[in-house]
Nanobody
Framework: QVRLVESGGGSVQAGRSLRLSCVAS????????MAWYRQSPGKERVWIST???????NYADSVKGRFTISRDNGRKTVYLDINNVTPADTAVYYC???????????????????WGQGTQVIVSP
């Protein structure tokens, strides 16, 4: 069973930095694009950033310059570094990934999209 598990959330004061992590577990052939989303209170979940298997990155305009996405393919982990957090960063942060598994005969690749359960970040003034 493939799972994504986030960590690193919590309560933090404005101006500090934060690192979120998301590790993939289970049996699979490869991890393709990995991404972060967030959902602020009372709002829809929105995309923040994506990183490809090769390390190419893309960011939402709202977070450019303060957020950095990275990954360690050996550790099956994606990170999100947030600098100079503000109360507007308060949200549940979700990890998302396209992961390739194989059928029972290990002959046909199956690409599926997975979500983590989220990690809460609360920023106080």
């Amino acid at each position: 069973q493939v799972r994504l598990v986030e960590s690193g959330g919590g309560s933090v004061q404005a101006g500090r930095s934060l690192r979120l992590s998301c590790v993939a577990s289970g049996i699979f052939a490869s991890i393709d694009d990995m991404a972060w989303y967030r959902q602020s209170p009372g709002k829809e979940r929105v995309w923040i950033s994506t990183i490809t298997n090769g390390g190419a990155t893309n960011y939402a305009d709202s977070v450019k310059g303060r957020f950095t996405i990275s990954r360690d393919n050996g550790r099956k982990t994606v990170y999100l570094d947030i600098n100079n957090v503000t109360p507007a960063d308060t949200a549940v942060y979700y990890c998302n990934a396209d992961i390739t598994t194989m059928d029972h005969a290990w002959s046909r690749p199956i690409v599926s999209n997975y979500w983590g359960q989220g990690t809460q970040v609360i920023v106080s003034p």
